[in-house]
């Protein structure tokens, strides 16, 4: 494990976290700027304890009309890995996988 008594005590200086990642469920990780998500929906069949390949779409646009219909219709398989730079692209709409393969390597890894 990491000792984060320091921070959460408030006794360590800015900066002296040890984690470089952010775990945000068993399918995605962020580090730096690329976040990684390898599937997102959970418990959809007992056959895959781990969640599905596929996540849900958003376009992070109109909840009605054909955005909303587009949203709740729509999905994309994230099973070989979605990467996208959150400091650029924060509502994660372009995936950078297949641009960027050592990052999506690294972070597989």
């Known amino acids: 494990g990491v000792d984060h008594s320091g921070l959460l005590l408030g006794t360590a200086e800015n900066g002296q976290g040890n984690r470089t990642e952010i775990h945000h469920s068993v ?7 690329w976040k990684l998500i390898t599937g ?4 959809e069949t007992k056959k895959l304890p781990m969640g599905t390949p596929w996540i849900g779409f958003s376009a992070y646009g109109n ?14 398989n994230c099973g070989s890995g979605c990467l996208y730079d959150v ?5 994660e709409q ?7 393969p050592d990052v999506l390597a690294r972070m597989i890894a």
């Open 87 to 91: 400091f650029e692209d924060p509502t």
């Open 94 to 100: 372009h995936d950078k996988a297949k641009g960027e």
């Open 40 to 43: 997102g929906w959970m418990d």
């Open 63 to 76: 909840g009605w009309g054909y955005e909303a219909v587009r949203n709740t219709l729509s999905n994309h």
């Open 27 to 33: 399918r995605a990780l962020t580090q730096g700027r």
